[in-house]
């Protein structure tokens, strides 16, 4: 059940050219929280919404969150100092569903942080694709001790293969048999690992970002279409069944 | 003494406690439409039966998908959105909808027709058990076959009106929309046509431009702007339209705290509802009726109707 909690900050630091790595005391939220779950953020009384941000962390009774800067919000939420609390929203959503055996987790950028809550909870491997080293060392450093193995692509050769990580794909499921994929990232990236895992036929879960206002499934902001209707991403998702978000049939992107 | 801490309580919980259009109100807050769903997504944290009831997400003759592509943009103090009535259908509301949620709160339903024919009908199907009133909403700036087009325009507004009242026993309140030179004819307008209570403002018609694809940030284009920067204007239309009409009105326009309230019943807002300050913080509700409990103790007041209308000029 989805509380109020007055979180007090750990740390708040820059991980990468402006990714920020929030670390809370959070114990009951801890205890609460399914890995593709999320929290709604509140910056200051400043700002009329919430921010919703994935839950990456859940050990140790604490509660670890990445975000980029993107805007005033972030901004703001990145100048907040250890000691200071926090209050935030959670846990919302869904969540992935429970696997006993193992999963291979596909992330592209800032898509990588639920997949990490994952990673502490599932036997896993991570393919993990950023744009620049800088965007996916410390994802390497942050899935290390979680996953058996990590597969890495970035867009510009800078570190590990060149390429996106749907190139290296094909590669890394032919040498294990997963159980299943879960992915997170830009909508394009899991479109097409979606197509690959209904060609192997592999349950694959795909996690959806969406503006929202109040992540608690009234203000319908978050709506997507799915094979069964409109679904809210902040209350049905926002983890979803790849075969109900994508229709494979047609190559529009807006289906 | 057990004597004496009995009434002291009772008189703690009476203060809030009002009537508007026959209706017992525990409190005289009610949550805004679009912003509370239908009740139950905020059981975890308000009190459904201290509110004084819940105007829940629109319901048009039929099922709609709503808009596409982006629904919301923070803006300063406040927000765009354009959902575009995403809603079951009046059928689905009915039967499904409605006897899940009825005993837990007052309801009050709000609906948008294409028609004048469209709110007559609504109102006719609305005409049931666990329906505390009917809200019309003629001021959704989001859709272009519905709403708005009734709100700014005097016969319209009236036409819907009359078709509501004709056929229901229910309460009617009409929703205003602020995008209009004088709301008070619009007000008068619905009064003549036999509205029981007034309800305003809806949001003010607004929009962004993303500088740097150029294109509007919306899906819709535009949207409507809701939240603490349209308090001001919510507050004068208030004032202005209870010096209009004599029956009640329910203020509403980005109420945040119980002293943003207070405002809205010394305008002459016999209720008020609170919006988008649900999204942020989904008790803030409660925190408003706590607050303003106190505030009206602190003015020596035994009840809040003796704080509408009071503004001295």
């Known amino acids: 059940m989805a509380k109020n909690f007055e979180a007090e900050i750990l740390s708040n630091e820059e991980v990468a050219e402006k990714i920020f790595r929030l670390t809370l005391a959070a114990p009951e939220l801890a205890e609460i929280s399914r890995a593709g779950q999320f929290v709604q953020v509140k910056i200051s009384d400043e700002f009329t919404l919430r921010r919703p941000l994935g839950i990456a962390s859940t050990a140790g009774g604490r509660v670890k969150i990445f975000y980029r800067l993107v805007g005033r ?77 990590i597969f890495i692509t970035t867009d510009d050769g800078s570190y590990a293969k060149k390429g996106f990580a749907i190139d290296l794909l094909p590669e890394v499921l032919s040498a294990e048999n997963y159980s299943a994929i879960f992915t997170c990232g830009p909508e394009i990236m899991m479109r097409g690992i979606a197509k690959l895992a209904k060609e192997k036929n592999l349950p694959c879960e795909v996690s959806f970002e969406k503006r929202m206002a109040c992540g608690l499934g009234a203000c319908l902001s978050c709506s997507i279409d799915t094979a069964r209707g409109r679904k809210k991403v902040c209350k049905d998702g926002p983890i979803f069944d790849a075969k109900e978000v994508f229709d494979y049939e047609s190559d529009n992107p807006e289906n | 003494m057990a004597d004496f801490s009995f009434k002291s309580l009772t008189c703690a919980e009476n203060i809030l406690q009002t009537e508007i259009c026959g209706i017992k109100l525990p409190t005289p807050i009610f949550a805004a439409s679009g912003t509370f769903g239908f009740g139950e997504e905020f059981e975890n944290f308000v009190d459904l039966k201290r509110l004084g009831g819940v105007m829940v997400k629109c319901i048009t003759p039929k099922p709609r998908k709503g808009n596409d592509g982006v629904r919301i943009t923070e803006t300063p103090s406040g927000m765009l959105n354009c959902i575009g009535l995403e809603n079951p259908g009046i059928e689905k509301f009915l039967t499904e909808i409605l006897p899940r949620i ?166 002459g807002a016999s209720a008020v509802a609170v919006g988008t300050a649900n999204f942020a913080e989904p008790s803030i509700t409660m925190k408003i009726a706590d607050d303003l409990e106190i505030y009206l103790q602190n003015c020596g007041l035994k009840n809040i109707r003796e704080l509408v209308g009071k503004i001295k000029i």
């Open chain 2, 102 to 267: 009825k005993n837990k709160m007052n309801i009050i339903v709000n609906v948008s027709g294409s028609s004048v024919e469209d709110y007559g009908e609504l109102a006719k199907l609305l005409d049931v058990d666990g329906v505390a009133a009917i809200e019309l909403n003629i001021s959704c700036p989001n859709v272009k076959d519905g709403g708005i087009i009734f709100g700014t325009d005097e016969r319209q507004a009236a036409a819907v009106t009359s078709a509501a009242k004709k056929s229901t026993r229910k309460p009617v309140i009409v929703k205003l929309s602020p995008n209009v030179t004088d709301i008070t004819k619009i007000a008068r307008a619905c009064e003549a046509a036999g509205a029981d209570c007034l309800s305003l403002i809806n949001t003010l018609m607004g929009m962004e431009i993303n500088i740097h694809t150029w294109r509007p940030t919306l899906g819709n284009i535009t949207g409507g702007l809701s939240g603490g920067a349209i308090k001001p204007v919510a507050l004068r239309m208030v004032w202005q339209t209870a010096n209009a009409v004599k029956i009640p009105i329910i203020g509403m326009g980005g109420i945040r705290s119980a002293s943003d309230a207070a405002e809205f019943f010394l305008a």
């Open chain 1, 73 to 149: 919000g972030t901004e703001n939420l990145s100048k907040k100092k250890s000691g200071e609390r926090l209050n935030i929203l959670g846990a919302l959503g869904n969540g992935f569903s429970p696997c006993n055996r193992k999963i291979l987790l596909v992330g592209g950028g800032m898509g990588l942080a639920p997949l990490l809550c994952a990673a502490e909870n599932y036997s896993a491997d991570v393919l993990i694709g950023g744009r620049t080293s800088d965007e996916v060392i410390f994802w390497q450093e942050e899935f290390r001790p979680h996953v058996e193995k």
